[in-house]
């Protein structure tokens, strides 16, 4: 989100935002069964995380913002977790390549925004992977996802899910800063490859 400390939404200094703590909030994942929820995607389709065969990278977010628009809220970028969204969506961008040779056989980015808004972040970002919308926080409610309340707003905790099979191998959380989460998946990715 812009502030007026800091307008670029891919240049921060992370040493200015306070990090998140691990509240224990996503301890519950690792070993659960993904549930069959259809969530649209930016790409146009539906997508069931629990039907997709093979690897899969989800990384969670609260909500991109749009340059020169103000924060949802004041001192948006004081709340721990909040700000990122977009360095974290461009990291995985610039690593998409490498996190499929690593053997992740889809990328995907999940936010409770509705998807007209995320396929403007979809295309001016220039992702190759699909947003997917849990606008009604069906599968955050379903997996107990970790959510803050801001504005109104229930918005997901930032986080990051490898998927095997329908299955949650490794959940990353809490995830800071967001532009290194990505890299910190490929690592594992690397080295956890699948038989």
């Not at 649209?40 to 997709?52: P, R, Y």
């Not at 409610?141 to 949650?168: F, N």
Request: proline share 8%; charged share 20%.
């Amino acid at each position: 989100m812009v502030s007026s400390s800091q307008p670029n939404l891919n240049e921060v200094d992370w040493s200015k935002i306070p990090a998140p703590e691990d509240d224990g909030g996503a301890r519950h994942l690792t070993g659960r069964a993904v549930p069959d929820v259809a969530l649209a995607a930016t790409d146009g389709t539906e997508v069931s995380l629990a039907g997709i065969l093979g690897r899969v990278v989800v990384f969670a977010y609260p909500r991109t913002g749009v340059p020169g628009q103000i924060s949802p809220v004041p001192d948006w970028d004081m709340i721990p977790g909040a700000r990122g969204c977009t360095p974290q969506a461009c990291a995985y961008r610039d690593l998409h390549k490498e996190l499929t040779g690593a053997g992740a056989a889809r990328v995907f980015g999940l936010s409770t925004q509705d998807t007209a808004y995320q396929r403007e972040a979809a295309r001016r970002l220039h992702l190759p992977f699909p947003l997917l919308s849990d606008e009604k926080l069906a599968l955050a409610t379903a997996l107990r996802l970790p959510v803050m309340d801001v504005g109104g707003m229930t918005l997901i905790k930032r986080l990051a899910l490898v998927i095997d099979d329908g299955r949650i191998a490794k959940a990353f959380y809490p995830v800071f800063p967001p532009d290194r989460n990505a890299g910190d998946v490929l690592a594992w990715l690397r080295q956890n490859g699948r038989a």
